[in-house]
């Protein structure tokens, strides 16, 4: 089964509000990362947060860690039409060996 | 080239027929990785390369499917006696080493067995 569950499946908001996704998982982690997957494309890396870690900025994005509650998530602020895309978070840990595991992701639309 | 390379981008192939996926990875990456992603889903993990061996194999869906690495780059994921369940995008992707953060993923190759 997969490590990662998202929540929600699909999400659709207007331009300039913010976008929360949420991202829980099952084991312990080293870290976990998030990336963007446009239509047809293969996937782009976002952010990586470690265990140790709680919280983690980059740009527009911030993440969250709760390692007591095996969750995380993605707030992207003031979002705009090109934000537009899959998010999937993914979970690496010395017991995966060398693999990240992937959730299912969450469908952003945002609408101009 | 800068990026992780895959061909081809598109496959459309008969039931029963063979099929062979190449990943060009990016230059001095060790570790390479294969993914499956089916119509709306998540990535399904498949096979990872540390230089040219595979520690974890346990992804593949059956023994149609193998990988191999040589020379510590190029991959190449087959398929044998293709079925309609196979259509899927095959996704590669690279790493300086495992377990050392981001994946560089390239476009994937989207296969169709009619």
């Known amino acids: 089964s997969q490590q990662g569950e998202e929540d929600p499946q699909a999400l659709s908001i207007q331009e300039g509000e913010n976008a929360t996704m949420n991202c829980s998982y099952k084991?312990?982690?080293?870290?976990l990362q998030w990336y963007r997957q446009n239509s047809g494309r293969g996937l782009v890396h976002l952010i990586l947060?470690?265990?140790?870690?709680r919280e983690k900025h980059s740009g527009r994005l911030r993440v969250t860690l709760d390692t007591s509650k095996k969750s995380s998530s993605l707030l992207i602020t003031a979002s705009r039409a090109a934000d537009t895309a899959s998010y999937f978070c993914?979970?690496?840990?010395?017991?995966?060996?060398?693999?990240?595991?992937f959730g299912q992701g969450t469908e952003l639309s945002v609408k101009p | 080239g800068a990026g992780v390379s895959q061909s081809p981008s598109n496959k459309v192939t008969e039931k029963g027929k063979d099929v062979e996926l190449r990943c060009d990875p990016i230059s001095g990456h060790t570790a390479l990785y294969w993914y499956r992603q089916s119509l709306g889903q998540g990535l399904e993990f498949l096979i990872y390369?540390?230089?040219?061996?595979?520690?974890?194999k346990s992804g593949l869906p059956s023994d149609r499917f193998s990988a191999e690495r040589t020379g510590g780059s190029v991959s190449t994921l087959t398929i044998q006696r293709t079925q309609q369940e196979d259509s899927a995008v095959y996704l590669c992707a690279s790493n300086l080493e495992i377990n050392t953060g981001e994946l560089f993923f390239g476009e994937g190759s989207r296969l169709t067995v009619l």
């Open positions: 390369f540390q230089g040219n061996s595979a520690p974890d």
């Open positions: 947060i470690r265990s140790n870690e």
């Open positions: 993914a979970t690496g840990s010395y017991n995966q060996g060398g693999k990240l595991i």
């Open positions: 084991t312990s982690i080293n870290n």
